[in-house]
């Protein structure tokens, strides 16, 4: 939701000569500044600030499944610029008034040879940083594509120190490890948001993305074979193929914060102005809140998620929560373990659990106008095991009911090394999933 009290926009394009391969945008502050340029037929990208060099020439292109990569014999063929400065709301937050102030460059490339494929990268420059996607245009030469490999780099100019978390585990506890620090040289596969420090110390630099809605999440492979390089790696389906669309088709946005100081990072609004307006109009139902709720006892075996003498989940011990969230000012009560499905190894028979059916023990519709009755919100805890389809299946049935009952949260829960049939938490099939939900 976004309501501009100003807004200008400037706009000039330009059909480029064949001697023409070179083309700058700078911030509205003039510190930071990209240069797209051709060299030897790939396109490249770098950023400066404040005339130092952040971003050596970096790589940007893509390889395909079953197809030539796109990101060689390449050249030039239009740019356009433009230069927008608004002022929005948004519904949660920091802050509610935010300002968008950039310079917009697009550079359309297309390969010298047949097919002659065709794509335009767009960059936006702001005073906190960079942002840049691509856009794949409909044309005959690349209809139905799967992307195998996102080419995208980022060369640092020295060897800047990062704090960083693994991306490659195996496990669930990838996202749940302490940060590390070490030199950018030494980096394997990391997660982003990215956070470097530059070796003079005068410039912070976080990696990361923005509008994030049909694609797969961007992890970083470290340098390799080229020092200080970082590559774009994204998240894998099952097949080892990282994306499929059709064009015309639009990349998520991959950003850049630059900051004097780490703490002038945290009140960037770059990936705010990056991501699309909210399209949910009316939000007076969304509100923060702490909650309680039954799923610790779980983990130190006081109590079970599926039946028996020690089920946690019943009707009387959540009106025990209900009680003591309302006595104490918090504003939801959490239920893991209310719905069939928690007996046996529940990891492995993902399909068996019911969204909509409760445990006898456990009465939902009391439950509701109970917590409703003393000013508490019921959270009800949708645990799907990675059971995508399952899940799927029942969800119209399953939120008509919670509707119907006059309950608003859920959690949702994915507890199992892979989804689906062997796809990642984090690729586009997630995504997708997550999008839906």
């Known amino acids: 939701m976004r309501g501009s009290t100003f807004c200008l926009t400037l706009t000039f394009a330009y059909t480029l000569g064949a001697a023409q391969d070179r083309v700058r945008v700078t911030s509205p502050d003039g510190r930071n500044?990209?240069?797209v340029a051709i060299h030897d037929g790939a396109l490249a990208y770098s950023v400066d600030r404040d005339g130092r060099a952040v971003l050596l020439p970096s790589r940007l292109g893509f390889a395909f499944q079953g197809a030539p990569p796109l990101a060689d014999g390449l050249r030039m063929v239009d740019t356009s610029r433009s230069t927008v400065d608004e002022t929005w709301t948004q519904p949660w937050g920091e802050v509610a008034r935010v300002r968008d102030h950039h310079n917009e460059l697009r550079v359309s490339v297309t390969e010298v040879a047949p097919p002659g494929r065709r794509f335009t990268v767009v960059f936006r420059v702001f005073n906190d940083g960079v942002g840049f996607r691509y856009e794949l245009p409909a044309q005959p030469g690349l209809g139905e594509f799967a992307i195998s490999d996102e080419l995208t780099e980022f060369t640092l100019a020295d060897d800047a120190r990062a704090w960083w978390i693994p991306s490659n585990r195996p496990r669930?506890?990838?996202s749940e490890m302490l940060f590390t620090s070490s030199p950018v040289s030494v980096l394997d596969s990391v997660q982003t948001p990215l956070t470097m420090e530059t070796r003079d110390g005068r410039t912070f630099i976080v990696i990361h993305e923005a509008n994030l809605v049909d694609y797969a999440r961007m992890f970083l492979a470290g340098p390799r074979m080229q020092a200080r390089t970082l590559r774009a790696a994204l998240a894998p389906y099952a097949d080892g193929t990282?994306?499929?669309?059709?064009?015309?088709f639009v990349t998520p946005w991959r950003t850049i914060?630059?900051?004097?100081?780490?703490?002038?990072?945290?009140?960037?609004?770059?990936?705010?102005?990056l991501n699309p307006p909210s399209v949910i109009e009316n939000t007076s139902w969304i509100r923060p809140m702490k909650y309680v709720g039954i799923w610790w006892g779980m983990h130190i075996g006081t109590m079970t998620w599926s039946s028996g003498p020690k089920?946690?989940?019943?009707?009387?011990?959540?009106?025990?929560y209900i009680d003591f969230a309302a006595a104490n000012g918090l504003g939801g009560v959490l239920v893991e373990g209310w719905n069939v499905g928690w007996d046996g190894d529940w990891i492995q028979n993902r399909n068996a659990f019911s969204f909509t059916k409760a445990y006898p023990d456990y009465d939902l519709a009391e439950v509701a106008r109970y917590a409703h009755?003393?000013?508490?919100?019921?959270?009800?805890?949708?645990?799907?095991?990675?059971?995508?389809?399952?899940?799927?299946?029942?969800?119209d049935s399953a939120f008509a009911?919670?509707?119907s009952l006059g309950l608003d949260a859920i959690k949702s829960g994915y507890v199992t090394d892979f989804v689906g049939e062997g796809h990642s938490h984090y690729g586009q099939y997630m995504v997708r999933h997550h999008r839906h939900v």
């Open 257 to 273: 914060q630059l900051a004097d100081r780490a703490p002038d990072l945290a009140p960037s609004v770059l990936g705010l102005n």
């Open 373 to 395: 009755e003393k000013g508490v919100k019921l959270i009800v805890h949708n645990e799907t095991s990675g059971g995508i389809e399952n899940y799927e299946r029942q969800m």
């Open 33 to 35: 500044q990209v240069t």
């Open 311 to 320: 089920h946690g989940a019943t009707t009387v011990n959540t009106k025990r």
């Open 172 to 174: 669930l506890d990838r």
């Open 401 to 403: 009911l919670y509707h």
């Open 242 to 248: 990282k994306v499929h669309g059709r064009t015309p």
